[in-house]
Antibody, heavy 120, light 107 residues
């Protein structure tokens, strides 16, 4: 049974870089799945950030594309999110998830989420 | 971007009620639509994909229908465990986008 676990700093300074990792257990990032990041600001809805395949192919939300990098480390069975030049608007719960059906897909397995606050 | 609009934003219902939530897309998305349930402090849980396919393990009281721009999620007989917020998601085109959510409350 695939499980995902997000980790990373809970507090990031404004203008800094948010860095999160999603560790996979019960499965492999090298399998034929795409892996996604989604975020949810406090009290608000869900926003898709981007996705990655084990080959390193990525797709990003254009609204964040200039600031986002998603990478994968198949040797560690994990994938990561970096978001640069953060502001208070980037405060959110960040989820990693597995795409249920290739790229541009619904998400069938989710991590528990990790809260990131942007504040000095 | 494709805008997804859910209605109502809040729904008050009782255990045993039949509940319907609507999701409208700003342009046709064929049947590339998913529904999720989210409870406070928890990650979203996939209920329905491809508009009407029930995810494994999800109770059969949940059903989805629609195509093009209008979709519905129906809970045939509301249970106490179903009080939550529900989101639709389109994955027809990038960027994938979600509805604003429908909160199902106890009446």
């Amino acid at each position: 049974q695939v499980q995902l676990q997000e980790s990373g700093p809970g507090l990031v300074q404004p203008s800094g870089t948010l860095s999160l990792t999603c560790a996979l257990s019960g499965g492999s990032t090298s399998s034929s799945y795409w892996w996604s990041w989604v975020r949810q600001p406090p009290g608000k809805g869900l926003e898709w950030i981007g996705e990655i395949y084990h080959s390193g192919s990525t797709n990003y939300n254009p609204s964040l594309k200039s600031r986002v990098t998603i990478s994968v480390d198949n040797s560690k069975n994990e994938f990561s999110l970096k978001l640069s030049s953060v502001t208070a608007a980037d405060t959110a719960v960040y989820y990693c998830a597995r795409n249920g059906d290739s790229f541009r897909s619904y998400m069938d397995v989710w991590g528990r989420g990790t809260t990131v606050t942007v504040s000095s | 971007d494709i805008q997804m609009t859910q209605s109502p934003s809040t729904l008050s219902a009782s255990v045993g009620d039949r509940v319907t939530i609507t999701c409208r897309a700003s342009q046709s998305i064929s049947n590339w639509l998913a529904w999720y349930q989210q409870k406070p402090g928890k990650a979203p849980k996939l209920l329905i994909y491809k508009a009407s396919s029930l995810e494994s393990g999800v109770p059969s009281r949940f059903s989805g229908s629609g195509s093009g721009t209008e979709f519905t999620l129906t809970i045939s007989c509301l249970q106490s465990d179903d009080f939550a917020t529900y989101y639709c998601q389109q994955y027809n085109s990038y960027p994938e986008t979600f509805g604003q959510g429908t909160k199902v409350e106890i009446k």
